[in-house]
């Protein structure tokens, strides 16, 4: 039992105190922010160092100094051990042989194996083995809010490095060839021209997009091709030698549907894609699809324009025979054809 003047009482509430005092003091606004900034930038350097080596500067115009000033450079990253790096179409448009630069000084040439203008990916050899390399992360496990990384090595600048976070997912970004990039991640890590091609990269150093393009209007305003749709493009190239469409055969536009019409045959949209002509060497002119057509559906899946057609063709096997739900003159009609490879 302790009574009211015992020194030993006294002492221990003292201490109980001066230890409280001691928390609040470490718990603080300012001790919190240091915490926080700590862990900001442990998780921007962690993500820097695992990917870091596997980011190149790619150059299209030759091996001097010289050549290189007056050529276009743009950055990549090696996906293979064995040299295969992926980048942006746009950075090697046009030419069929590249240099591509690392970050310890080395530059050796590279080919062009494959490009995919609709995604604006490419894929280039570079003649060297045992390289340090990235791995594409297709989890689809990516939040908004979430913190990401753009690495770059534009014009030889070694690992140019900006932070943000993802802004949206799923957006559309339409190619410089007119068809829609789906999937497309958009986020706040600022982009320089020479960032072209490098990878996005999660706190754990995932690539998790190829960027892309910025909205030069827009700042804080950055694209990327999600990891998946590089995955797929970087799959069929090397096992196809290119990236395989469905082809119809058809010239067609994106048209309005009378109202009406939509009610007496209880249409899935209120627009749908016109057939305009066919290519009489193509799947269509086998089939009985004609010219005037209008195109409401793929497998039941209803199409209200153009970009909903491509976006259902790029995701049927060639060679593989398709249902199009079509609507001639009055009547609802379901036409069976099998797509193939342009030719």
């Known amino acids: 039992m302790l009574h009211e003047n015992d020194s030993s009482a006294g002492d221990f509430d003292l201490q109980v105190a001066a230890d409280v005092v001691a928390d609040s003091a470490d718990s603080s606004p300012e001790s919190r922010d240091d915490d926080a900034l700590d862990a900001y930038s442990q998780a921007v350097v962690g993500a820097v160092e695992h990917v870091g080596a596997a980011v190149v500067s790619i150059y299209v115009g030759g091996a001097s100094e010289a050549a290189r000033a007056r050529g276009g450079a743009g950055s990549g990253v090696v996906v293979t051990p064995d040299g295969y790096v992926l980048t942006n179409e746009h950075v090697v448009q046009g030419v069929q042989d590249a240099r591509v630069a690392f970050v310890d000084g080395r530059s050796v040439p590279a080919v062009v194996v494959g490009r995919d203008p609709s995604t604006d990916l490419a894929v280039l050899r570079a003649q060297a083995g045992a390289l340090p390399y990235a791995r594409l992360s297709t989890a689809q496990s990516l939040r908004v809010g979430q913190l990401v990384v753009a690495v770059g090595n534009p014009f030889g600048f070694e690992s140019t490095v900006s932070a943000g976070v993802v802004s949206a997912l799923g957006r559309s970004l339409r190619s410089?060839?007119?068809?829609?990039?789906?999937?497309?991640?958009?986020?706040?890590?600022?982009?320089?021209?020479?960032?072209?091609?490098?990878?996005?990269?999660?706190?754990?150093?995932?690539?998790?997009?190829?960027?892309?393009?910025?909205?030069?209007?827009?700042?804080?305003?950055?694209?990327?091709?999600?990891?998946?749709?590089?995955?797929?493009?970087?799959?069929?190239?090397?096992?196809?030698?290119?990236?395989?469409?469905?082809?119809?055969?058809?010239?067609?536009?994106?048209?309005?549907?009378?109202?009406?019409?939509?009610?007496?045959?209880?249409?899935?949209?209120?627009?749908?894609?016109?057939?305009?002509?066919?290519?009489?060497?193509?799947?269509?002119a086998k089939s009985d699809l004609h010219s005037g057509d209008l195109i409401v559906a793929v497998n039941d899946v209803p199409v209200d324009g153009i970009d909903a057609l491509h976006l259902q063709l790029s995701r049927w096997a060639v060679g593989t025979a398709l249902t199009l739900h079509v609507v001639r003159r009055t009547q609802s009609l379901k036409v069976e054809l099998t797509p193939r490879e342009p030719s």
């Open 176 to 284: 410089r060839h007119g068809r829609l990039i789906e999937g497309v991640v958009q986020h706040t890590a600022a982009l320089n021209p020479g960032n072209s091609g490098g990878p996005l990269v999660d706190s754990r150093g995932r690539v998790v997009g190829i960027n892309t393009a910025i909205i030069a209007m827009a700042q804080g305003i950055g694209f990327a091709v999600p990891a998946a749709t590089a995955q797929w493009v970087l799959t069929e190239i090397l096992t196809q030698g290119r990236v395989r469409r469905a082809y119809l055969g058809v010239t067609v536009r994106d048209r309005p549907l009378d109202l009406r019409l939509v009610r007496a045959l209880n249409l899935p949209a209120k627009r749908a894609v016109e057939i305009t002509s066919r290519d009489e060497q193509g799947p269509a």
